[in-house]
């Protein structure tokens, strides 16, 4: 299937480009300014002509950049550089002419007529050329970064899988010889999770389905460990259609009940909590130390905690983050990540 190309300009439309825009016309300006004005005292009256005169340019030329948008969007990249290119130097040509037939050009840039329009044209061609060049290499970093972000997002999800696969399958393997009925439920049950958490490759997920997904996985180790396992819910008013990789907050209980919950001869208890705090979206899943030979807790190569805190980097950004140590002599793993919903 023929991908979509995308154009390497960006939205000229947006406020963000636009203001972007004014900012660098206006750094121009004063540079020209600097360069042409034979006394400091001339300085603000030609730097006030100079950027009334370059945001005419950029603004008439951003905004035919914005009116073609999806015109130059179904283009080549270089067939599209090349007409922006163009349409610049016509900007140039049309603001030059229009200004020479407002005013005097002496009282513009204290030229003549000729030698105000190649200049423009001359400094709007180079001008141009350098700018949609590194527009063009600023596509090329963006769309590098964004193929290496989901090809180690994609590395990383498949790393958690074969760990989830193998902790599940054991669960069954140990009560087959004295529980075999109540094996055969966790099968059934283990079906539905990993008919879950094995769709869609390479898609987000939602909270709510990770909530439930960490449910059933629950419901599982329930069923083997009996009343040792103690689960304790502290839910806020989270958004359920939030967006969130798969397969991130039922890790984390899965490690807590490996290490918290099943050495201890009397079991102990996992609290899973969530928040959602100025558009941050907190959980958290703490549990009990358990007193094993003379050690706390069992040893881990902390592989699981450092994929969930990768894809979350690679998920969200710098906006997500990781948090681990003890709580009220409680072990605990805390994750924040900001609220972005999908579609419904």
């Given at each position: 299937?023929?991908?979509?190309?995308?154009?390497?300009?960006?939205?000229?439309?947006?406020?963000?480009?636009?203001?972007?825009?004014?900012?660098?016309?206006?750094?121009?300006?004063?540079?020209?300014?600097?360069?042409?004005?034979?006394?400091?005292?001339?300085?603000?009256?030609?730097?006030?002509?100079?950027?009334?005169?370059?945001?005419?340019?950029?603004?008439?030329?951003?905004?035919?950049?914005?009116?073609?948008?999806?015109?130059?969007?179904?283009?080549?990249?270089?067939?599209?550089?090349?007409?922006?290119?163009?349409?610049?130097?016509?900007?140039?040509?049309?603001?030059?002419?229009?200004?020479?037939?407002?005013?005097?050009?002496?009282?513009?840039?204290?030229?003549?007529?000729?030698?105000?329009?190649?200049?423009?044209?001359?400094?709007?061609?180079i001008l141009a050329a350098l700018i949609l060049r590194y527009l063009y290499e600023y596509h090329l970093q963006k769309q590098r970064e964004r193929a290496e972000d989901q090809a180690r997002y994609l590395a990383l999800q498949a790393r958690i899988r074969p760990h989830f696969l193998f902790n599940s399958l054991n669960t069954v393997i140990s009560l087959i010889p004295g529980q075999p009925e109540k094996a055969q439920r966790i099968l059934h049950d283990l079906s539905d999770l990993f008919r879950a958490s094995l769709g869609g490759e390479g898609q987000g997920s939602t909270l709510v389905r990770e909530l439930e997904l960490t449910r059933q996985y629950i419901e599982v180790e329930k069923l083997r460990l009996g009343e040792r396992l103690r689960v304790t819910w502290d839910l806020g008013e989270l958004p359920g259609l939030a967006a969130m990789p798969p397969l991130l907050l039922q890790p984390l209980v899965e490690n807590a009940v490996y290490h918290g919950i099943e050495p201890a001869v009397e079991g102990g208890e996992v609290r899973i909590y969530g928040r959602l705090r100025k558009n941050l979206i907190v959980l958290s899943v703490s549990n009990s130390l358990p007193q094993v030979s003379g050690k706390r807790e069992r040893p881990g190569n902390r592989m699981a905690l450092e994929n969930i805190c990768q894809r979350l980097r690679v998920f969200f950004g710098e906006a997500a983050g990781m948090h681990t140590g003890l709580v009220e002599d409680q072990y605990q793993v805390r994750i924040w990540f900001p609220r972005k919903e999908v579609p419904a």
């Open positions: 299937m023929e991908m979509e190309q995308k154009s390497f300009l960006p939205d000229f439309c947006g406020v963000r480009a636009v203001l972007a825009v004014v900012v660098s016309s206006a750094v121009l300006a004063m540079v020209i300014a600097l360069a042409s004005a034979e006394r400091l005292s001339e300085l603000w009256s030609d730097f006030s002509m100079v950027a009334l005169y370059v945001l005419w340019i950029a603004l008439a030329s951003a905004g035919m950049l914005c009116l073609l948008r999806h015109w130059l969007a179904g283009m080549s990249h270089a067939r599209a550089g090349l007409l922006a290119w163009g349409m610049v130097l016509l900007v140039c040509m049309a603001v030059a002419e229009t200004a020479a037939w407002l005013m005097p050009v002496e009282l513009v840039a204290g030229i003549g007529h000729l030698d105000l329009l190649v200049r423009t044209l001359g400094i709007g061609a």
